[in-house]
């Protein structure tokens, strides 16, 4: 079944792709677009040294949630621990998420993360965007890692207890598991938003004619793909519903964030006039450069 499903993610991100062919060196046939016509577009600005910030924050944030993580890892739950939990001590709105516990549903989580960081592929079934691939490659890294760094910073700093911690029913090596403390925020759903919402923006951004529908079904998908995330890990036992909504947010807001760094700017140009004399006519001719 796990392939079935993994097949499933991918799908809900392939049916805003679209195949092209080359007709000139400006224009392009694409499915995607208003009268199947692409202008090409480059709306980022790509450079070694542009994407030096990017990556020292992301190398920097993912250092300081690995250290963050060890250390809070050292410290889980014993059994006596647990016999002090009392899951009255649970918001009314998060208590109901500590009768849940579900190795199925986690599974059924985890395919999606797959796919989630396995979608930039997704550059690869259009011509605009496999023209620059290895870009929009680091850009999907410089997503992922920052999205990583600001999770489990948040996780390591925050020491929530996962619901199942408070559920008798779960597994014992599970309650007392390293990871039991890192409940909020979610890191499947911060990933699933992230990443989804990256691709939809970066389709946009790379299609600005795009056809109404397609771009409609297209932000449906990446808003609808980390939501179905986050009810599998809230039913699994893993995250509280505030977990899920939080990390919805962060993750949505980083994928976002990232390509909307790397627009290019509008310049601000510049008028010139000229008069002119069409027939006897006398006028004034003006053009704005870019």
């Known amino acids: 079944m796990i392939p079935v499903r993994l097949i499933f993610s991918f799908l809900l991100f392939s049916t805003v792709s679209a195949s092209f062919s080359q007709n000139t060196a400006d224009t392009i046939t694409c499915r995607l ?81 797959i796919g989630a960081v396995a979608s930039p592929v997704l550059f690869l079934t259009n011509k605009p965007t496999r023209n620059n691939l290895g870009w929009l490659a680091l850009m999907s890294w410089e ?38 403390r890192e409940s909020f925020y979610s890191g499947h759903v911060s990933t699933a938003a992230a990443m989804s919402f990256f691709i939809a923006t970066v389709l946009n951004d790379y299609h600005p004619g795009m056809k109404t529908g397609i771009k409609i079904s297209m932000w ?41 760094l790397h627009k290019k700017k509008m310049t601000t140009g510049k008028f010139s006039f000229a008069p002119v004399n069409i027939q006897g006519n006398a006028g004034l001719y003006m053009s704005f450069e870019f």
């Not at 996780?155 to 599970?174: C, H, I, Q, S």
């Open 33 to 113: 677009c208003r009268n199947n016509v692409h202008t090409s577009q480059k709306p980022y600005n790509f450079g070694w040294k542009h994407e030096i910030p990017y990556i020292a924050s992301a190398v920097g944030l993912m250092t300081t949630a690995t250290i963050l993580d060890k250390t809070n890892k050292s410290n889980p739950y014993t059994p006596s621990d647990l016999a002090l939990l009392n899951r009255n001590d649970v918001n009314p709105f998060d208590r109901r998420a500590t009768d849940n516990w579900s190795a199925d549903d986690s599974n059924i989580s985890d395919i999606f993360l």
């Open 143 to 180: 997503v992922l890692s920052i999205n990583y760094g600001v999770t489990y910073t948040v996780k390591n700093l925050t020491d929530r207890p996962r619901p199942f911690v408070y559920n008798p029913g779960a597994p014992m090596e599970v309650r007392t598991g390293k990871d039991s």
């Open 220 to 260: 449906t998908i990446a808003a609808a793909y980390p939501a179905i995330t986050g009810y599998f890990r809230v039913k699994a036992g893993k995250h509280y519903p505030t977990d899920v909504m939080a990390a919805y947010v962060v993750g949505a807001f980083t994928g976002w964030l990232v390509p909307f």
